[in-house]
Structure formats: structure tokens, C-alpha cells
């Protein structure tokens, strides 16, 4: 059973730096399409950043690209995504997902059927 499990979120003020975790389990994580994605408050589903873990590729959505960065501990079958310079439009519930059947990482969230139960950062003085 694939599982996923989110943690590191929080209250940050703006400028500030946070570090979210997500624990994977059930899929073989180290050839893994995974990503991140958010939901702010009253919005849809914001692809934000992705990396197939057999790879060095890494993508991010424009709106966070030079202030995030996802990285991968196969070993340890986590994923994590480190946010500095956060501001407050980055306020929103952050879900990892990933789909076993993907060779290919995906920039739409409607491709993946697994998902974490979120972690929420709220980014306010």
C-alpha cells in the first residue's frame, strides 16, 4: 500500500525558511515520479515542484523557482522540499504525490493518484 506522510510545516514569517518532509512507503520510491503541490486558502490544486529520483532533474513552478529546492534520500525513502524567502502568497496546505505507474515526472496534479495527508505553512508576521 503506497503511503505517503508530510511533515516539517508550520508559522514562519515572511523572509523566513522552512523545510518539509515526506516519508514514503509501499512503491519503490528510488525510480519514483514525485512532487509537490499546494492549495492556498479558497484555490484550486498549484503543481509546485517535482524530480524523478533516479534522475538529477529537478522543476519548479516559476512562482517558487531560486527559493525552493526538492531533493530526494533514496536511502531513506524521504522527499523533502526546503522553502527560504517565504512570503505570504506561499501560504497553503503542502501534499506530496506520486503515482507507481509514471515513467515520467508530471507537472499536472490530476496525474497522480497518491497523496499525503498535507502539512500546512502559514507565512505571516
Known amino acids: 500500500e503506497v503511503q505517503l506522510v508530510e511533515s516539517g510545516g508550520g508559522l514562519v514569517q515572511p523572509g523566513g525558511s522552512l523545510r518539509l518532509s515526506c516519508a514514503a512507503s509501499g512503491f519503490t520510491f528510488s525510480s519514483s515520479a514525485m512532487s509537490w503541490v499546494r492549495q492556498a486558502p479558497g484555490k484550486g490544486l498549484e503543481w509546485v515542484s517535482s524530480v524523478y529520483t533516479t534522475s538529477s532533474n529537478t522543476y519548479y513552478a516559476d512562482s517558487v523557482k531560486d527559493r525552493f529546492t526538492i531533493s530526494t534520500d533514496n536511502a531513506k525513502n524521504t522527499l523533502y522540499l526546503q522553502m527560504n524567502s517565504l512570503k505570504s502568497e506561499d501560504t497553503a496546505v503542502y501534499y506530496c504525490?506520486?503515482?507507481?505507474?509514471?515513467?515520467?515526472?508530471?507537472?499536472?496534479?490530476?496525474?497522480?493518484?497518491?497523496w499525503g495527508q498535507g502539512t500546512q505553512v502559514t507565512v505571516s508576521s
Open positions: 504525490a506520486t503515482d507507481p505507474r509514471l515513467r515520467y515526472v508530471s507537472f499536472d496534479p490530476s496525474d497522480y493518484n497518491y
